[in-house]
Nanobody, 118 residues
């Protein structure tokens, strides 16, 4: 089993920055975390959850067009942790942010709320 705990969200003004963290824990996390791609997802009110950033095992990264150039995903395999640095935030970035393995079927954590508003 793997559980995800996301943190780092909050209320920020447009143009501001936040850094999100997600720790994977559980009996399988230490074994598999470094072996698979990790992703950050978000779900805004009334919308479907979407993948916004993905990092491979060799740290290749991909981003949704809406966040490209503003968000940076990174990972620390020794800590079973994935990060999302979010800069130049916009009101449309307001959502609950989650992490997960894009290619595995594990449950979702509670997420962390990001609200961008003046």
């Amino acid at each position: 089993q793997v559980q995800f705990v996301e943190s780092g969200g909050g209320l920020v003004q447009p143009g501001g920055s936040l850094r999100l963290s997600c720790v994977a824990s559980g009996t399988a996390s230490g074994t598999i975390f470094s072996l698979y791609d990790m992703g950050w997802y978000r779900q805004a009110p009334g919308k479907q959850r979407e993948l916004v950033a993905r990092i491979s095992t060799i740290r290749n990264t991909n981003y949704a067009d809406s966040v490209k150039g503003r968000f940076t995903i990174s990972r620390d395999n020794a800590k079973n942790t994935v990060y999302l640095q979010m800069n130049r935030l916009k009101p449309e970035d307001t959502a609950i942010y989650y992490c997960n393995f894009p290619t595995l079927s594990y449950g979702w954590g509670q997420g962390t709320q990001v609200t961008v508003s003046s």
